[in-house]
Every structure is written in structure tokens, then in C-alpha cells.
């Protein structure tokens, strides 16, 4: 798992998801706009889905 990753993930949620379609960029943007845990969150559950999918 990419640590670096990780840890923009908890500094700035939508630039951990840059890698993903606009609508999880989005949807990630929003949610951190929205309250800070519920993008963090969103986040790491979208590393932890790449990570799983690549396994």
C-alpha cells in the first residue's frame, strides 16, 4: 500500500482519488466540503477498493 497515498488521503482527501473518474474526485470533493471524516473516509475506502482489485 502506497503510504503517500495514505497520507494525503487524511491531509486532502480528493487529491488522493486524482487517479479515478471525475465523478469520485468529485463526489470525494464534496464530501470533505461537507465534513472533513466523511471525505477522509470516502477516500481510504477508494484506495482500500484499488488496493483490493489489484490483489
Known amino acids: 500500500m502506497d ?3 495514505l ?3 487524511v491531509i486532502l482527501p ?3 482519488v486524482t487517479n479515478k473518474e471525475v465523478g469520485t474526485v ?3 470533493g464534496l464530501l470533505t ?3 472533513w471524516v466523511p ?3 470516502f ?3 477508494m484506495i482500500n477498493q484499488e ?3 489489484k490483489a
Open 3 to 5: 503510504v503517500r497515498r
Open 7 to 9: 497520507i494525503l488521503a
Open 14 to 16: 480528493p487529491a488522493s
Open 26 to 28: 468529485m463526489l470525494t
Open 33 to 35: 466540503l461537507l465534513g
Open 39 to 41: 471525505g477522509v473516509a
Open 43 to 45: 477516500a481510504l475506502f
Open 51 to 53: 488496493r483490493l482489485a
